[in-house]
């Protein structure tokens, strides 16, 4: 496939004024199907099933099924309706979108088209620098998820070049909640910013909510981007591209920047652009042709027959509008502002996601400086390592706990970092851990004095050089007494000692 030409993206927006449009799916995590009472896979109990085992008649499309609509589904949509700032439909209905999908098995989607749930909003999202951004959002609606394909015999697995295809149908029905932004105006040089951070506010939202498990490396959380550029001065609307299901934040910030450069280079050459979608190559942080992207015409959108609408009864939309958590840009502010952190502080609390664990640590009884230091330091650098995700090493209440030891002089931070490196493997509690291991601080002055004399023994000349007024000789004599003790002794109770020794305290 030959390279896309790629200008610079100063240059493109010199030129160029990019409009941005996103469609973000959210799998709700309610029990069952949307449609079915098959189990739900993008729960968190049900995740990891084996391959077409989490299925019912109407998953499968088969004769004679027919969908039932879930409750729960609907109230989490309508509670993510009411925190993205929308108004919910007195009367929504469904609507058959008829599209050839492989893994879907009736051949058409269960979806809304012309009345969704949920409608008119907007949601304000913070960049890195705290600069608000508010994107308007023109609808949430209510759908159901496709299945998934798994290509085989092919050197990408991708379908081109792949053999033949395996299809699972678990995930087949899985509620979805589509959150569609009208235009995004003015986003300048911005725009890859943007784009991540609606993303993550959207999921910052939905964990919120506590409607999904919002973990984009899962599939919980897809984001389309739509990207298209106009002539500086002109009013008419480029030309879009829907890069599909981007499933990270870094990449959907990338997958922005990529088209906005490759489109440019096109636009500028007098070329065309194609209306089409189009797929994001993680390895190579390009994009690749996919479909003609439809209008809505051409998916033959009707009602469908065997669903009557949906009626939120008033008592119950404001009932769930009562219970709404706090925005989570606001939650953020309110933090930073408790736990008295800069601005970079902070912003490597959140970077990493750790704003929830931080918080119950604190509420766990740790300080926010030491919640901070251990979640932003030593579990993400051990997290790093093993590659898996810090918030799955260890628990707020056991790095509380650990913390709680230090505080009390039990563990220095050397000795502490041992007891977590025994956490994460499961060796059991802080203090367990601590007796186990023989790791507590000896307390001990007598024992500590013992050492010193021995060390002092070995270098006689120190005891006159202090006295002489070099304070500094006492860090030979400490490290020799720390070394003794194998690190289970305070440095600055052993300095002490040993001035004591010379005469110098």
Same mark, same amino acid.
């Given at each position: 496939m030959a390279k896309d030409k790629l200008m610079d993206f100063d240059k493109a927006l010199e030129l160029f004024e990019p409009v941005l449009g996103f469609e973000v799916h959210v799998e709700l995590n309610t029990a069952t199907k949307m449609f079915s009472a098959a189990p739900n896979p993008a729960n968190e109990a049900n995740h990891g099933a084996e391959p077409n085992t989490l299925i019912a008649p109407v998953d499968l499309g088969l004769p004679g099924s027919l969908p039932v609509v879930n409750e729960e589904a609907v109230r989490s949509s309508i509670r993510l309706g009411l925190a993205l700032g929308c108004s919910i439909a007195e009367s929504c209905?469904?609507?058959?979108? =008829?599209?050839f999908y492989p893994d879907l098995g009736k051949n058409y989607q269960i979806s809304q088209y012309d009345e969704p749930i949920a409608f008119e909003g907007s949601v304000e999202i913070e960049l890195e620098d705290g600069t608000l951004v508010t994107v308007p959002i023109e609808r949430a609606h209510m759908e159901e998820d496709a299945g998934k394909l798994t290509h085989m015999g092919g050197a990408t697995g991708r379908i081109q070049g792949a053999e033949y295809s395996l299809v699972d149908y678990n995930r087949a029905g899985v509620p979805l909640v589509e959150i569609v932004t009208k235009p995004i105006f003015g986003a300048e040089h911005r725009a890859p910013e943007i784009a991540k951070a609606y993303v993550s506010a959207i999921r910052d939202i939905v964990k919120a909510l506590g409607i999904s498990e919002a973990r984009l490396e899962r599939g919980n959380l897809r984001c389309d981007a739509n990207? &298209?550029?106009?002539?500086?001065?002109?009013?008419?609307? !480029?030309?879009?591209?829907?890069?599909? =299901?981007?499933? &990270?934040?870094?990449s959907?910030?990338?997958?922005?920047?990529?088209? @906005?450069?490759?489109q440019a280079a096109i636009l500028a050459e007098g070329g065309s652009i194609t209306q089409e979608t189009r797929h994001w190559h993680e390895d190579t942080g390009t994009t690749s042709p996919g479909r003609p992207k439809s209008d809505a015409d051409d998916y033959r959108y009707f009602p469908e027959?065997?669903?009557?609408?949906v009626l939120p009864p008033r008592d119950l939309v404001e009932e769930l509008r009562a219970a709404l958590p706090e925005q989570p840009v606001a939650r953020r502010r309110r933090l930073k502002t408790e736990w008295g952190f800069t601005d970079l502080e902070?912003?490597?609390?959140? =970077? !990493? *996601?750790?704003?929830?664990?931080?918080?119950?640590t604190i509420v766990a009884g740790a300080t926010p400086a030491?919640?901070?230091?251990?979640?932003? !330091?030593?579990?993400?650098? @051990?997290? =790093?390592?093993?590659?898996?995700d810090a918030v799955d090493l260890v628990t707020p209440q056991g790095v509380a706990a650990l913390q709680q030891l230090v505080d009390a002089g039990t563990l220095t931070d050397k000795l502490a970092r041992q007891v977590l490196e025994g956490m994460v493997a499961g060796e059991g509690t802080p203090q367990e851990i601590v007796d186990a291991r !023989?790791?507590?601080?000896? &307390?001990?002055? *007598?024992?500590l004095i013992a050492a010193i004399d021995e060390a002092l023994a070995s270098q006689p000349d120190v005891l006159e050089k202090i006295r002489d007024g070099k304070v500094q000789a006492a860090g030979a004599v400490i490290g020799a007494v720390m070394k003794a003790m194998k690190g289970q002794a305070d440095a600055a109770r052993v300095r002490e000692l040993v001035l004591e020794r010379a005469g110098s305290s």
């Amino acid at each position: 496939m030959a390279k896309d030409k790629l200008m610079d993206f100063d240059k493109a927006l010199e030129l160029f004024e990019p409009v941005l449009g996103f469609e973000v799916h959210v799998e709700l995590n309610t029990a069952t199907k949307m449609f079915s009472a098959a189990p739900n896979p993008a729960n968190e109990a049900n995740h990891g099933a084996e391959p077409n085992t989490l299925i019912a008649p109407v998953d499968l499309g088969l004769p004679g099924s027919l969908p039932v609509v879930n409750e729960e589904a609907v109230r989490s949509s309508i509670r993510l309706g009411l925190a993205l700032g929308c108004s919910i439909a007195e009367s929504c209905r469904f609507a058959r979108k =008829n599209y050839f999908y492989p893994d879907l098995g009736k051949n058409y989607q269960i979806s809304q088209y012309d009345e969704p749930i949920a409608f008119e909003g907007s949601v304000e999202i913070e960049l890195e620098d705290g600069t608000l951004v508010t994107v308007p959002i023109e609808r949430a609606h209510m759908e159901e998820d496709a299945g998934k394909l798994t290509h085989m015999g092919g050197a990408t697995g991708r379908i081109q070049g792949a053999e033949y295809s395996l299809v699972d149908y678990n995930r087949a029905g899985v509620p979805l909640v589509e959150i569609v932004t009208k235009p995004i105006f003015g986003a300048e040089h911005r725009a890859p910013e943007i784009a991540k951070a609606y993303v993550s506010a959207i999921r910052d939202i939905v964990k919120a909510l506590g409607i999904s498990e919002a973990r984009l490396e899962r599939g919980n959380l897809r984001c389309d981007a739509n990207v &298209s550029l106009r002539p500086r001065g002109q009013v008419k609307l !480029g030309t879009r591209t829907e890069t599909k =299901n981007v499933n &990270s934040m870094r990449s959907v910030e990338r997958a922005v920047r990529y088209e @906005i450069q490759r489109q440019a280079a096109i636009l500028a050459e007098g070329g065309s652009i194609t209306q089409e979608t189009r797929h994001w190559h993680e390895d190579t942080g390009t994009t690749s042709p996919g479909r003609p992207k439809s209008d809505a015409d051409d998916y033959r959108y009707f009602p469908e027959p065997d669903l009557l609408p949906v009626l939120p009864p008033r008592d119950l939309v404001e009932e769930l509008r009562a219970a709404l958590p706090e925005q989570p840009v606001a939650r953020r502010r309110r933090l930073k502002t408790e736990w008295g952190f800069t601005d970079l502080e902070f912003q490597d609390v959140r =970077n !990493g *996601g750790l704003v929830e664990v931080v918080e119950a640590t604190i509420v766990a009884g740790a300080t926010p400086a030491a919640a901070r230091k251990w979640w932003t !330091g030593e579990i993400t650098r @051990i997290a =790093n390592l093993r590659e898996q995700d810090a918030v799955d090493l260890v628990t707020p209440q056991g790095v509380a706990a650990l913390q709680q030891l230090v505080d009390a002089g039990t563990l220095t931070d050397k000795l502490a970092r041992q007891v977590l490196e025994g956490m994460v493997a499961g060796e059991g509690t802080p203090q367990e851990i601590v007796d186990a291991r !023989g790791l507590a601080v000896v &307390s001990d002055d *007598g024992a500590l004095i013992a050492a010193i004399d021995e060390a002092l023994a070995s270098q006689p000349d120190v005891l006159e050089k202090i006295r002489d007024g070099k304070v500094q000789a006492a860090g030979a004599v400490i490290g020799a007494v720390m070394k003794a003790m194998k690190g289970q002794a305070d440095a600055a109770r052993v300095r002490e000692l040993v001035l004591e020794r010379a005469g110098s305290s």
